[in-house]
């Protein structure tokens, strides 16, 4: 930490934790610096960042845990029974 | 000789969202798309010996849902029918006579155009997840599309946070390359 510098892996490490909102303040500017001279890690930011977006549009849908429950509890019966 | 083999046990985590994202974007519900993938689960049980093995698990589940969304349609359509269907068009006698083809919808509609495709999004999504390993597939999806925790996966897969992270940034790098062949 006592540079700050970062190496490619460790700037696409905090990118990925940027995509969870998992970074402080501190993290988050040594990134943006990073950013500015390395090409490579701009991609990766970039294409990322676009996952992300794609990840949290609405039209994604997943079960809740809880409606899996459900689908699982109904199904088990059914599968004892099937044997 | 059959290429694929059949095991019911692991159908609901591998299948379900893929198949709930599919049936979303067919009938526009989310309680109906449950009661289908339901359906789908149960009536692939049930005709289990009839799976040659041919396709993929996953593709014979989908030929079966599909009937169940043909299925639904046409009830929903049959108690349509017993209703009287009055409706008054257009009031003005000028543009009498041509109703049904002012109707249609524009096939060049930007909009509509954009809808269709974004609710194909969820099915593209789960589809690359499933191709992912299922270590990475797992806690991809508790971490991206459950919100959980870090703290919570790793204890309850009993893992580093930075074996954690390691694991998600393959997947992701895994999920760029996957989206970017069949989205973009």
Redesign the interface.
Known sequence: MSNIKLECHEA??LC??N??K?TSFLERVRLIIHLIYCKACREYTK??V??TK??N?P???????S??EC??E??EK??IN?H | MPNHIIDPNKWIDSYSDYLYNYTISRVNDRDIAQDLVQDTFLAGLKSMKNFKGEASERTWLISILKRKIIDHYRKINSKKGKAEVRMTYNSDTETEGDWLEERVADPFDKTAEDTLENSELGVAIHNCISNLPEKQAEVFKMKTLLNYETEAICNELDITASNLWVIIHRARTAMVACMEKNWY
């Open positions: 696409n490490h990925d934790k995509q969870y998992e294409r990322n676009k996952l794609l990840i549009n039209k994604v849908n997943t079960l809740e845990e409606q899996k689908l699982k109904t199904f059914e599968l099937h």
